[in-house]
């Protein structure tokens, strides 16, 4: 790829930003399987959990997926975009051992803090792509702000479920 001949003479396409280009496809492709894992982790504990305390908890989860996925998918054109290539599924390995199912179903609390977990990760990373793509790659940076905010307002969501809970003691 870094022997390519690249017909942009500025920005994160030229042939000289090969180096920053490689960094930032490194990036996006970490941010890719974040977003793959999290669409199964929200497909498991939005199906899994059983009783009414949870049903909005589920309901959130359901909603969520599709805005996860649309990252992935936003992930991956990028590292198209910048001549990368989107991975195959045998380089995926799971990280999210908070989010694993709980042996009890109506165990929401646990789905909760998992869920506040993942996030947190995202947001703590998805800074970090920012911040190294101020200067060079005004279009991923652009991007991952808008999915920085999805993500702020997921944690969010769910920090008020975890506080409710907490009021009623049941966390
Ligand atoms: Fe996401």
């Known amino acids: 790829m870094a022997t390519a001949s690249h017909p942009a003479a500025r920005?994160?396409?030229?042939d000289d930003?090969?180096?920053q280009r490689e960094q930032v496809i490194e990036m996006l492709t970490k941010a890719y399987w974040m977003?793959?894992?999290t669409v199964m982790s929200y497909i498991a504990n939005s199906t899994n959990p059983d009783g009414i305390l949870a049903q909005q908890v589920v309901a959130s989860l359901q909603a969520d997926i599709q805005e996860e996925l649309t990252h992935a998918q936003q992930f991956a054109t990028r590292i198209k975009e910048l001549y990368g290539t989107v991975p195959g599924s045998l380089q995926f390995s799971a990280e999210q051992d908070y989010l694993q199912p709980p042996a009890d179903h109506t165990d929401i609390v646990h789905v909760i803090r998992g869920v506040i977990e993942a996030e947190s990760g995202a947001i703590d990373f998805y800074n970090r792509i920012i911040e190294a793509t101020e200067e060079s790659d005004p279009v991923t940076n652009d991007m991952v702000i808008a999915i920085l905010a999805d993500e702020e307002g997921h944690l969010r969501l769910f920090e008020g479920f975890l506080r409710e809970y907490e009021a009623q003691g049941l966390a």
């Open 11 to 14: 920005g994160i396409l030229s």
């Open 35 to 37: 977003e793959i894992e």
């Open 17 to 19: 930003r090969n180096d």
